[in-house]
């Protein structure tokens, strides 16, 4: 396809009036303005006909690099989540049936769950672990905060009944 094109160009500079004629195929090139596009068949073929990559030492190299920096982009992201787990789990002061605070059972479970996955190399199974991580401390702090605004409107309520009685 490539080689057609060129000959036509060739062919097309050497006709005065820019008519050629292929096997029954009339084409008409005209001479066309720089705003309207590449200068030459060849620009118009390098900017949009795909290459094919030569693999050498240089490519070698930029996937290495690009591969370390999506590791280290994904090693900050889940040193990123487990900081906001540490965070969020501040906000759970209340103990469980044993008399274990539920702060430090979240926090053992999500320690847990890092030292699991640690060795993971899989980009793929890497990002599904940080956003369902990200989805778990989400949601967790939005019920926390139902469940607080709950209790904060049930003790206005006890308050406006007691007062009322009051009275």
């Given amino acids: 396809m490539m080689e057609k094109c060129r000959k036509l ?12 004629s292929r096997n029954g195929i009339s084409f ?24 094919k990559k030569e693999k ?4 070698s190299d930029e996937s290495e690099i690009l591969s370390r920096q999506r590791v280290t982009s994904m090693k900050r ?3 990123s989540l487990y900081r906001d ?3 969020a789990t501040r906000f759970f ?33 890497v990002t599904k672990l940080l956003i369902g991580g990200r989805d778990a401390v989400e949601s967790a702090l939005e019920k926390l905060v139902e469940k607080q605004k709950q209790e904060v409107l049930k003790e206005q309520q006890q308050n406006q009944n007691n007062n009322s009685r009051d009275r």
């Fill in 77 to 79: 992201e889940a040193l």
């Fill in 9 to 20: 160009i060739q062919i097309s500079a050497k006709t005065p009036n820019n008519n050629i």
């Fill in 93 to 125: 002061a209340w103990v469980d049936k044993k008399g274990v605070l539920w702060r430090d059972v979240l926090r053992e479970n999500a320690r847990k769950e890092f030292e699991e996955s640690r060795f993971e190399t899989d980009p793929e199974i």
């Fill in 28 to 51: 008409n090139l005209q001479k066309r303005f720089i705003h309207e596009g590449p200068d030459t068949v060849d620009e118009l073929l390098d900017r949009h006909v795909a290459k």
């Fill in 85 to 87: 787990i540490i965070r």
């Fill in 56 to 59: 050498n030492n240089n490519d």
